[in-house]
């Protein structure tokens, strides 16, 4: 008996691995290269669309304690991010096309799993099956989606950033830096004096944007992605408080102190292209090149990919799911990825790894694996299949949807240590 797995993004990849290496076969289906979605372009599994950073490392933070187990428990996603990783300071940033070229070429070569070529448009509900379509899921399986989910499509829309090349960059003004000294030089700084960023915040929240397929007067925008000049929109210092903050930063240029900065993220290995950060947008091409050209050292900048905003899709997973990412009116059909409603990369690939060990399980006839929301994977499960969720909203993981410790911590990093190693002893108590 195979399990079929629909989608070949993080959360496909990490849901066929999983399986795999339990030793059930795989069948995993992915459209491209015959059909792309708005946001993709390469023909590699794994794309990363909106950034090449998988945000904090370490264990003081929810989302590095989520990398950390993942690691424990032996992630096709963790292992390949881990070598193609690039300086980013406290961030784990990988090279885009390394990466993916990577988790392709594992996948592809792994004897328990078959890769096919095209759009899978029907679903059998009594076929083990992984539907991990992602948030842009083709117009071909929506109607499928929504015949097993017998409810309506909640959206929000989700933005990427602009990259441009580290030659168009003017060092004589922009300076390498990492915020209070935090990872060395890493990133590149963009610093504007009080006059050149309320002329930039002037011409950013009067750009022209580009037109989108749905009205988006009241666009639902998930915060964790918002557009670059919608922020703008909501004060003059709203920015300044967010990814141009200027605090820990010093211009060595002449000792100043900048009011604001825009910072810039090596986007792959060879350190020929910038990420902009916090920059996701949705701006017409040539408007993004004229109002970012305002910042300083960015004046001639080279731009390799604009920023895009398309529509990103969920289903009402409460209602829907288990915390093992099963359906509970299909106990053979799963979820994985962005459309359960887990928001982010790493937490995309988690619940790939809960849906496809869960799965791999149910075809061998051994009990599914639960974990608890001690751990950051268990958090995410709980939270995505909790029914008492009236209004159902996105979630990155954190340390507020995870179990209480009991008691009162005011160190922070004490409290994460806690955290870590009471979801460590559950994710090393458990026999996979």
């Known amino acids: 008996m195979k399990i079929r797995i629909i989608g070949a993004g993080l959360a496909g990849c990490e849901a066929a691995w999983q399986a795999a290496n339990m030793g059930v076969l795989v069948e995993l289906w992915e459209m491209k290269p015959q059909k792309y979605s708005p946001a993709h372009k390469s023909p590699d599994f794994a794309e990363l669309v909106c950034s090449n950073s998988l945000r904090a490392d370490g264990i003081y933070n929810a989302v590095g304690l989520l990398k950390e187990e993942m690691r424990k428990i032996g992630s096709l996603i963790m292992e ?9 300071g406290g961030a784990l940033a990988v090279d885009r096309t390394g990466f993916s070229a990577m988790v392709t070429d594992k996948i592809k070569n792994h004897p328990n799993i078959t890769v096919n070529s095209g759009e899978v448009t029907k679903i ?59 990872g060395g030089d890493d990133y590149i700084n963009c610093p504007m004096d009080r ?26 925008v998930f915060e964790g992605c918002m557009p670059i000049e919608i922020m703008a929109n909501r004060g003059e210092d709203t920015m300044r408080f967010g990814p141009l903050k200027p605090v820990g930063l010093t211009n060595p240029h002449d000792n100043s102190r900048p009011y604001a900065v825009v910072q810039l993220r090596q986007d792959n290995a060879d350190g020929t292209l910038y990420n902009m950060v916090g920059f ?53 059909i799963y979820f994985a990825g962005q459309i359960t409603g887990v928001e982010g990369y790493i937490e995309s690939a988690s619940s790939g790894m809960i849906a496809g060990i869960s799965a791999a399980r149910s075809v061998l006839k051994k009990e599914e694996i639960i974990f608890s ?23 990155n993981i954190n340390f507020g949807i995870m179990s209480d410790l009991g008691e009162r911590i005011k160190d922070k990093k004490e409290k994460a240590s806690r955290f870590a190693q009471r979801s460590f002893s559950e994710i090393e108590s458990i026999k996979f």
């Open 80 to 88: 390949c991010a881990d070598a193609t990783k690039v300086p980013a």
């Open 124 to 182: 059998n509900e009594d076929e083990y099956t992984i539907i991990a379509a992602g948030p842009l899921a083709s117009d071909g399986i929506v109607p499928e989606i929504q015949r097993l989910t017998g409810s309506e499509y909640l959206h929000f829309f989700d933005a990427a950033a602009p990259i441009v090349t580290y030659g168009s960059i003017d060092m004589t003004k922009a300076f390498r830096a990492a915020r209070y000294g935090k």
């Open 195 to 220: 006059e050149q960023y309320l002329k930039f915040r002037h011409e950013l929240i009067n750009a022209e944007t580009a037109a989108l397929h749905e009205e988006i007067d009241n666009p639902k």
């Open 280 to 332: 996701q947008t949705h701006l017409k091409f040539g408007e993004q090149k004229r109002v970012f050209s305002l910042i300083g050292g960015l004046e001639n900048a080279e731009f390799v990919r604009y920023g895009v905003m398309h529509r990103n899709t969920y289903i009402n997973s409460p209602l829907l799911l288990t915390n093992t990412y099963r359906m509970k009116n299909y106990p053979k």
């Open 373 to 395: 929301a001690n751990t950051a994977l268990g958090a995410l499960s709980n939270y995505v299949s909790n029914g008492s969720i009236t209004n159902f909203q996105p979630m």
